[in-house]
């Protein structure tokens, strides 16, 4: 019976076993890891990402998916570079219109999903084609260049201390740990993602909990493509292209669940993002050849895939109802 | 006279064409606990989804304090005052025990969108209190047992302020110490004046806890009243005894002395325990037990579908390997399973494929993999023959367009292609009528008669009574008892299935010698 206890503790805390595990190891081959300075770094990295994940992980507690968070990215930041440069529109309008086209976005993953009855997967990997699409449309595929007025925000602390980024990072952060956590809406999305079939039994209006996810993976992609741009300056066609992959990994590594109704946005998300780029900044520090990092990460979060999986039929055979009688 | 909170009036129900329900009446009072009991599709559930606003019924109307009631989904019950306690729960096992109480309706700080917590918590903990449940109201479902879920089920219907509650077998999952708190719990809502369905297989605890029964058989109230009025034997005499005359074709033992199939000390962990069953060539072993008595499960393990635990599984003296339905089909095994809609059958596909699906590596040429689809059509022509399946073209009529019994007709044809050794037939005649059935009757005396050894298993007493050598009782995953055909009797199968002890007690013999 402990024996059971302490499986089903390492199975639901998979996340912060994995996060130890990782930073002790990269400690370990390479000292000059644990500084301050590779700390921020790590933070700084982790915010656009992390941005992107927060959303993600709304649509994973449905059992979603959203694939199209990368191109989102891509076809919001062209948008807001060409309303700045072409239009000479001022920089905080040219957000604003931006942001709005990834809720557009959202909405039409949403109208499919939900209306229409079309499966996540399929959905926004068209959508995925189509944002890209339009981005490259617009820009004929060159690149997009931003002014200084957007690249010297990146260089701006609010509080005079805080990065910029990492503000923005941290407020979608709370905002989303206190949706998710503490209103109607959020514990309902929970409900949901457990077991459909209940959430509708209960009164639940599904279809427009599960459609507000994709509205907000769509407005959080576009966020945090601005925050990536303020960082680089410099939009190409490949912007943004993968990243959809990183968001999800990042989700799933902190515990969030692709079957839905498992994860949490503080501490789960935020620690897997920062896990990631920890690995990230570790496989540089430990002089890995440069080629060999993209697999390495994989492995990694294959691992933590395998993890999920694994721990799904355990949680679920250990709760299996019981015919006999003692 | 008491009030009467609720009534059937007439209440007819057909599925295709079959009656689910047959003109059935009948009313609950207020502050009374009214105990529904049949065996399996006797037609209680689909009463409880007519109320429930699940189903529709085809005539008649339900009355519910005074006024006539037609919901037209669970949400209409729900605001009507009536709630459901189901055998599987509707919980959320990833919240806390107080959230899943008020996930309909949370209170909220205000005007605000945030949850007011505080009251939240203070309305479950008057709730557990009031269910002698002394958990705390922050803990995840996911972490009770399944008693405290039950429990928490029910405060959950409770906090709609219901006062009609049906309880549809709410003890499977529980310990008797729950059982008998959950009853304590009931008495106590009764007495406080709600109405209380309870609907349950296990006949004494229905005999201890309820006011008053209706016993339904073939969709029918055959009779109901004061409980005093019904001892257990007259219940399980009700629920069972109905007139048969050629239904069955005749039967004759052509049971040999080799062992195809032997099942040693079977144990898997919550399912079943100790199971140990033998099938000869030629014999016909059947099965019989209440859903959820680890039939089903079990012939899964034999199939190698699921796994277990302890023991092993013979086929004619050689070891069968565990999870390896491949191996099992190699072996001579064949599992017509449960659900045919589901786990038997490609819906959409033509009657050819379906037939052929199993044994497509035989029709295959050794070098190319390729089917040789005219010796595969006239092999499934002859054994659609001897079916006597009706249907116009095995090539390109899909199954789904097929009746029932036809539809089962394909599923035996799939794997008697095969020409299995062992064939285990779960709940084969399930939803088909009384001709096809008699098909399907006809069909396990020959394979019979040709030396396969059959396990069949069965909710209805009389077709395993008519058509076995032997029957295995199950209950709550154990094998109770074996009965040789000499000592088939239905009350003696069903007072094991039930749990009883095989003989009358004395206060029971007279009883049934007083109504003599």
Known sequence: ?326 | MAEVVFAYKNITKRFFGVHALKDVSFELERGRILGLVGENGAGKSTLMNILGGVLQPDEGQMILRGAPFAPKNPLEASSAGIEFIHQELNLFTNLSVSENISISRFPCLGTSPLINKKKMRESCKKLLRSLNLDISPNILVENLSPGERQLVEIAKALSTNADILLFDEPTTSLTAKETENLFSIMRSLRDEGKSIIYISHILGDVKSLVDDIVVLRDGQVICGGPIEDFPIHRMINLMVGREISNVFPERHSHAKDRVILEAKHVSETGIVRDVNITVREGEIVGMFGLMGSGRTEFARMLFGVDPYKEGSITVCTEPLPKRNPQQSIKRGLAFITENRREEGLLMDYPILENIGLVSLPDFSSRMTRMVDSKRLFKQANEIATSLRLKCNDLKNQKVKSLSGGNQQKVVIGKWLLKHPSMLIMDEPTRGIDVGAKYEVYLIMEQLAREGTGILFISSEVEELMAMCDRIVVWSQGEVMHEFEKSEFSQERIMRIAFRQSLEYSEEEKAVVNGQD
């Open chain 1, 1 to 326: 019976m402990d024996k059971t206890k302490v499986i089903k503790f390492t199975m639901k805390n998979s996340t912060a076993v994995l996060f130890v595990l990782i930073f002790i190891m990269f400690g370990l081959i390479a000292p000059r890891f644990f500084t301050v300075k590779n700390f921020q770094n790590i933070m700084s990295n982790a915010s656009y990402i992390g941005i992107i994940a927060v959303g993600m992980t709304f649509v994973l507690l449905t059992g979603g998916i959203d694939l199209s968070v990368g191109s989102t990215m891509y076809l919001c930041a062209v948008i807001c570079g060409k309303l700045i440069n072409e239009a000479r529109m001022p920089v905080l309008s040219a957000v604003m219109i931006s942001l709005l086209v990834g809720v557009l976005i959202g909405s039409v993953n949403a109208f499919a999903i939900t209306r229409l009855r079309l499966v996540p997967f399929i959905t926004t990997l068209i959508t995925q084609t189509i944002a890209r699409g339009f981005g490259l449309f617009i820009t004929r595929s060159i690149a997009v260049n931003y002014p200084d007025s957007v690249t010297l925000m990146s260089t701006s602390k609010v509080l005079g201390f805080i990065p910029l980024q990492i503000f923005i990072f941290l407020s979608v952060v709370a905002i989303a740990a206190i949706v998710l956590g503490k209103t109607r809406y959020g514990r309902q999305l929970y409900a949901v993602g457990n077991d459909l079939e209940s959430a509708k039994k209960a009164g639940i209006r599904c279809d427009r909990l599960i459609a507000s996810t994709y509205i907000i993976s769509g407005l959080l992609a576009a966020l945090g493509g601005f925050v990536t741009i303020t960082q680089i300056g410099r939009v190409n066609a490949g912007f943004g292209s993968g990243d959809e992959f990183d968001a999800i990994a990042a989700a799933v590594l902190g515990g969030a669940s692709l079957f839905g109704g498992i994860g949490t946005v503080f501490p789960g998300t935020v620690l897997g993002t920062v896990m990631i780029e920890m690995i990230q900044a570790g496989l540089v520090f430990a002089n890995i050849d440069i080629y060999i990092q993209p697999i390495i990460m994989a492995g990694i979060i294959f691992l933590a895939v395998f993890i999920d999986s694994v721990r799904t039929t355990q949680i679920q055979k250990l709760e299996r109802r019981n015919i006999l009688k003692a």
